[in-house]
DNA sequence: CGCGCAAAGTTGACAGCGTAAAGTTTAACT
DNA sequence: AGTTAAACTTTACGCTGTCAACTTTGCGCG
């Protein structure tokens, strides 16, 4: 399948790429307790040590791996706002695309949160990545001359806690399909963001 | 200091409390990842097997450890909340306390909250338990007939969100004592719960 | 009163983990 | 063609959780 380096290829030819898609799918499969540095080299077919020519141990794999599930989270949320063109409903979708990520792919989440996101956001890449995008949703909503921060982290803060809370089955098994109603009502609280206080 | 349990101490006298107690103090020195059943024991001055006698192996172990925490975490937010009366302030301090719980005791939070909470709420205790403090002073905000929980969940969600992507550092590094103003303006979304959605 | 028995704790072993050092193969480049 | 460095293997070490077997202790019951 995915063969785009043919830079080296001494004996396996393209481990590293081999060791992530490794790691992925332990994720996928066992979560992120399964993740482990000699479980990935040996599902790449690979003795336990050959890992360390291409990362800086566990937590350099488990880096990239974080990089390339960031990724993944970007394409869901491009993937969900990209059929609304409605701020409000864009934004509501934005936070519906960030549940069913964390659905899809519980492990991968820790993952990416785990480090700090700030290891995997590149700045160079302009808008592509997730920060970007929910940076570009939150903007309709930021009144005249104020901290645009705010409200990025209000959004931010409301859709990661709900959903951290949702998968760990704190307002019950969460069944994978997102039940439109109760999500929409705790999401309505995003109807009040950016506007004036109520009286 | 504490020992109200004179059920049995054959040789140590009340180990499994001292089991807890160490847990506790080395998640307070080395985080979540400095936890092990192993060191608990060594600090407890018994040999690494002695534990099984008293839980459930090192999950049985952590799960006792979350309970302790988090009769200290509901500590945390009854002495937040305590100082005030306004419906408003109240909820403001509530989340406030929870966030200080997260910067004082980083892993501790990351331990209560790694099992699903479910585990620790004890729904004998009556509202002594943080769920059932978040729920009182959730109650003056819930419109009339409508589901009780949807507030609930919504200032959870917030809260948790935000106080877990601010220890991990995603908003720059956080000082230990909370900066008011952006605080209380990300906790501003607050003021819109419960009310009228904005025309 | 003393005997037994179970609870509490110790010791030793095992598999799995991450990591480091040393050795071997392989490919590329002069 | 020979040298050199990167890629990979092998071996070993310390740490982890867990299990089984053994020793000690002390309570309760006949």
């Avoid at 499969?29 to 000699?38: F, K, P, T």
């Avoid at 706002?81 to 864009?90: G, L, M, V």
């Avoid at 209000?154 to 999500?183: K, M, N, R």
């Amino acid at each position: 399948m995915t063969k785009p380096a043919p830079k080296t290829k001494h004996h396996h030819g393209n481990l590293r790429q081999a060791l992530i898609e490794a790691g992925l799918s332990l994720l996928e499969e066992g979560g992120i307790e399964a993740l482990s540095l000699r479980k990935c080299a040996a599902r790449a077919g690979v003795s336990h040590a050959a890992p360390a020519h291409h990362f800086d141990g566990l937590p350099g794999l488990t880096k990239a791996i974080g990089e390339e599930g960031f990724r993944v989270f970007t394409a869901y949320l491009q993937g969900y706002i990209a059929e609304h063109t409605d701020p409000r409903e864009k934004l509501r979708a934005l936070c519906r695309g960030y549940l069913q990520f964390g659905l899809d792919h519980a492990g991968l989440l820790k993952v990416i949160f785990g480090a700090g996101l700030a290891a995997y956001v590149d700045d160079k890449r302009g808008d592509a990545d997730a920060y970007q995008v929910l940076r570009a949703c939150c903007a309709p909503f930021i009144p005249a001359g104020e901290n645009s921060q705010i409200v990025e982290i209000q959004v931010w803060s409301l859709i990661h806690g709900f959903t951290l809370l949702y998968i760990s089955g704190e307002f019950g098994a969460p069944p994978p399909a997102i039940p439109d109603g109760p999500f929409d009502q705790v999401m309505g609280l995003l109807d009040r963001v950016g506007t004036a206080p109520a009286p």
